[in-house]
């Protein structure tokens, strides 16, 4: 089942701070995040794993929170560098356990444009 | 490391010929993942292989699509009989180990059908 996506799009300035959230009906092993710039290909951020991490590095950090099976990415500060589409793509299984489809859900993405 | 390679960027056939689509994972990745993209739309799971093996291909359909990832060579994604619906951009992931692990993205074909 597809995870949702929200919001659909986003109009920032630079500098500013942006929360993107993803939620999924099913209970998830992981949650993966990438940006993805227009023809271009997606690009790993980061991934969380059920536990309810938070992950981080620079001014992009996310969090997992496993019992709502949903996840947050916050873009802080945000620079002009981090305009294009998010991503979350979820597992409802982890290796070896057997179940559900192995390759990552994707959302429908949120479209992200900071303008000076 | 030059990273996920895929070939052609951009494919143009006619309706009911071939399309082959290849990936070349990154160097030492040995899971290969196939997505296909509609504009507005995400990235939607297809199949996944593993050297000489198809892992989970629920996301293919069941016709005119196949997959292979040969002991040698790149992955190769075929699409016989192709349609104006195949049009999209296929993009192709690779990563190290399944689960724990993000994917490394090529930068995808687009294939147009006319």
């Known amino acids: 089942q597809q995870p949702v996506q929200s919001p659909q799009a986003v109009i920032l300035r630079e500098g500013e701070d942006a929360v993107i959230n993803c939620s999924s009906s099913?209970?998830?092993?992981?949650v993966h995040w990438y940006r993805q710039k227009h023809g271009e290909a997606p690009i790993f951020l980061m991934i969380?794993?059920?536990?309810?991490e938070q992950k981080g590095h620079d001014k992009i950090s996310a969090s997992f929170n496993e019992k709502k099976q949903q996840s947050s990415l916050y873009l802080t500060a945000s620079q002009l560098s981090y305009s294009g589409t998010y991503f979350c793509?979820?597992?409802?299984?982890?290796?070896?356990?057997?179940?559900?489809?192995?390759?990552?859900?994707f959302g429908k993405g949120t479209h992200l444009i900071i303008q000076p | 490391n030059a990273g996920v390679m895929q070939n052609p960027r951009h494919l143009v056939r006619r309706r009911g010929q071939e399309a082959r689509l290849r990936c070349s994972p990154m160097?030492?990745?040995?899971?290969v993942y196939w997505y296909r993209q509609l504009p507005e739309e995400g990235l939607k799971f297809m199949v996944y292989?593993?050297?000489?093996?198809?892992?989970?291909e629920s996301g293919m359909p069941k016709e005119r699509f196949s997959a292979e990832f040969p002991k040698e060579g790149p992955s190769i994604l075929r699409i016989q009989q192709v349609v104006r619906g195949d049009s999209a951009a296929y993009f192709c992931?690779?990563?190290?180990?399944?689960?724990?692990?993000?994917?490394?993205f090529g930068s995808g074909t687009r294939l147009t059908v006319v």
């Open positions: 160097k030492g990745h040995s899971h």
């Open positions: 099913k209970a998830l092993y992981s």
């Open positions: 793509g979820t597992e409802i299984s982890g290796p070896g356990s057997g179940g559900g489809a192995d390759g990552l859900t």
């Open positions: 292989l593993q050297k000489e093996n198809i892992i989970d």
């Open positions: 969380l794993l059920k536990g309810g």
């Open positions: 992931a690779s990563s190290p180990f399944r689960g724990w692990y993000g994917y490394t």
